[in-house]
């Protein structure tokens, strides 16, 4: 899926630096992001599903990407993203 979403990004000459993953849950599109050098940050409001998202994003090589617990219906950040995906 993320494949998907960067090829016809990049089709349009758009390539994102910064992501923000909603209802991440176990987080593999956030880190598949991340893997693709990209800025990514994974909300969900599940503890148990960020706890294997964090397992996993430090399991293998550090990689640039964050884990919030948040309600996405009431989240609020001080920042923009160049790119959001639920």
Do not use: K, W, Y
Not at 4 to 32: I, M
Not at 34 to 54: T, W
């Amino acid at each position: 899926m993320v494949a998907v979403v960067l090829n016809l990004l990049a089709e349009r000459q758009f390539v994102p630096r910064s992501v923000l993953d909603l209802g991440c849950g176990t987080g593999s599109a956030t880190l598949a992001f991340a893997r693709s050098g990209i800025e990514a940050i994974g909300v969900d409001r599940s503890p148990e599903m960020l706890f294997h998202a964090r397992a996993a994003a430090t399991s293998t090589f550090e990689l640039p990407v964050t884990f919030l617990e948040a309600d996405m219906t009431n989240l609020s950040l001080t920042r923009q993203f160049d790119l959001v995906t639920c």
